[in-house]
């Protein structure tokens, strides 16, 4: 069974800073995504990381894939309250369609 | 588009009662995946079609629960007879190419 597990858990930061979730695995992903949950709704994807080493921008949020494919990072730059919401990381592996879920990162942006 | 469309949005039913949650995909995507959310356990997949035959059902948690596709614009999700922990928050995502795009969710509670 491959996991993925997300930290911190729980992050509640003033608007304005700066933050980092982590996703890490034992296992090898052939991509990673990232989803944003608002209450309420279901996940939106936010990016895809296909190659090792792999980052990429989505203005404030930048996405990193490690090396081995084994983990990814996703920071935020100068957040803002608009970004609060539940961060999740999912892998797929080989041609499967099937995702494998992260534990979640619940962000609180403050005012 | 209108995206997913699951109904109901909300459903508190008794113990051992059934409970049926629907799902309509988005229009010319071959792929549905049934996901169950929980605090406790995050987000779980439960079962995946692919051309509307089921190609893993390995997440389903019990006999109690099954699922239909019985065409390329529906699917159910059953449990019978429901217990209070299946109380949950169900999704249901759809996939054409590379994204998956999920409805709004199903609340169920059992009681």
């Known amino acids: 069974t491959q996991l993925l597990e997300q930290s911190p858990q729980f992050l509640s930061i003033q608007e304005g800073e700066n933050l980092t979730v982590y996703c890490n695995s034992s296992s090898v992903f052939s991509s990673l995504q990232w989803y944003r949950q608002e209450p309420g709704e279901g996940p939106v994807l936010l990016v895809t990381?296909?190659?090792?080493?792999e980052v990429k921008k989505l203005k404030r949020l930048t996405f990193q894939f490690g090396d081995a494919r084994k983990d990814s990072s996703l920071h935020i730059t100068a957040a803002q309250t608009g970004d609060t919401g539940l961060y999740l990381c999912?892998?797929?592996?080989?041609?499967?369609?099937?995702?494998?879920f992260g534990s979640g990162t619940q962000l609180t942006v403050l005012p | 588009d209108a995206g997913v469309i699951q109904s109901p949005r909300h459903e508190v039913t008794e113990m051992g009662q059934e409970v049926t949650l629907r799902c309509k995909p988005i229009s010319g995507h071959n792929s549905l995946f049934w996901y169950r959310q929980t605090m406790m356990r995050g987000l779980e997949l439960l079962i995946y079609?692919?051309?509307?035959?089921?190609?893993?059902d390995s997440g389903m948690p019990e006999d109690r629960f099954s699922a239909k596709m019985p065409n390329a614009s529906f699917s159910t999700l059953k449990i019978q007879p429901s217990e209070p922990r299946d109380s949950a928050v169900y999704f249901c995502?759809?996939?054409?190419?590379?994204?998956?795009?999920f409805g709004p969710g199903t609340r169920l509670t059992v009681l």
């Open positions: 079609f692919n051309n509307n035959v089921p190609i893993d």
């Open positions: 995502a759809t996939q054409g190419a590379d994204t998956q795009y």
């Open positions: 990381v296909v190659t090792g080493g």
């Open positions: 999912a892998g797929s592996s080989g041609s499967a369609r099937q995702l494998t």
